[in-house]
């Protein structure tokens, strides 16, 4: 009767190590995910900054020869 038990909470602790191995390999994933993400947006943040800076710059300029 022990032994039965002791199999069985053997079999049951294998189960979760294997289903919390799977949750932290998906979790891993997803952290990657999230960071090509992430660096995508701040890409295009960047990117719209410097047309907002170029366009900024310009209209000094106009308002500069309009004086």
Known sequence: ????????????????MNDS?????RTIDEVKQAGIVKNKLMKQIED?????NGKEGN???VEEELV
Do not use: C, G, S
């Open 21 to 25: 191995e799977k949750n932290v390999k």
């Open 48 to 52: 719209l900054n410097i047309k907002i």
């Open 1 to 16: 009767m022990a032994r039965k038990q002791l199999e069985e909470d053997k079999e049951k602790f294998e189960k979760m």
């Open 59 to 61: 209209i000094k300029r």
